[in-house]
């Protein structure tokens, strides 16, 4: 074996982010590209691992600094699903809205999956007007809500205002029942993290969002993670089940993206109603 090729064997076992990171040293690279790869990676290997068992999960938006429960046992323990985790994707999400904050401000918005609530908040927090966070589990439905309540009254002036329960709800919503009938006037739908197969079918998302998006202006923001799943790659299939209902799937690159919080295997995506030509 050459010195130029990697050691199959520790091409299967190596965790992707440690992979990134080494890769980043490597000094075949040149100087200049090692060098801002390997800030890059750093900056990646910091913020997704800083916080991810914390109890209390922290977040700043605008200057406005909060905290959102998580519960680290709740997958094992089969109470809470993967729901009750602030997962990368949400991270890069956030920070993708607050880097682009003409995408929510003044706008209503729907929350799809919304977990522990931290992309609910932060919404809130970045000048939408309406935000509906939802989920389709009860417990982690409670968990949002007591998130909520907590940021709230940790919060002040404008900042907890902009928290109220008539700008700032949040109920259950399985993914195509009717619950969300009195809400098809949103203007923006955001989904983190949550096409993923091996966990939930894509189909219902797909059509959730379809359903949302009534309006030939609104739009569906997505924060997909890659994770390998055999019977077929996720986004491949999100993208042919959203073609069938009209939809357009555009991904977002470059300098829309916040520059520390965009990696290599989390991907935004703008969904659309296709025009009719």
Known sequence: MSEQEEPPELAK???????????????????????ANLKRRVQSLGWRNRHSQAEHYPCTVNGIKFSVKQVQRGEVEGTYGTGATVWPAALVLIKYLERNPSLLQGKKVADLGSGTGITSVASALLGASIVICTDGEDSVVRLAESNVQNVQQELKGDASE??????????????????????????????????????????PLVQAIDELLVSPTSVAILSYEHRYYPGYHPRSKFEELATQRGLDVEQITGEALDPVYSVDDIEIWHVTRRKQS
Request: glycine share 4%.
């Open 13 to 35: 076992t190596t965790h992707p982010t440690a992979k990134a990171f080494f890769d980043a040293l490597d000094t075949r690279s040149s100087s200049s590209r090692q060098s």
């Open 162 to 203: 902009s928290l109220s329960s008539d700008k700032l709800s949040v109920q259950r919503y399985w993914w195509g029942d009717d619950s969300m009938k009195g809400h098809q006037d949103c203007e923006v739908v955001l989904v983190a993290d949550c096409v993923l197969p091996k966990l939930y079918p894509i189909a």
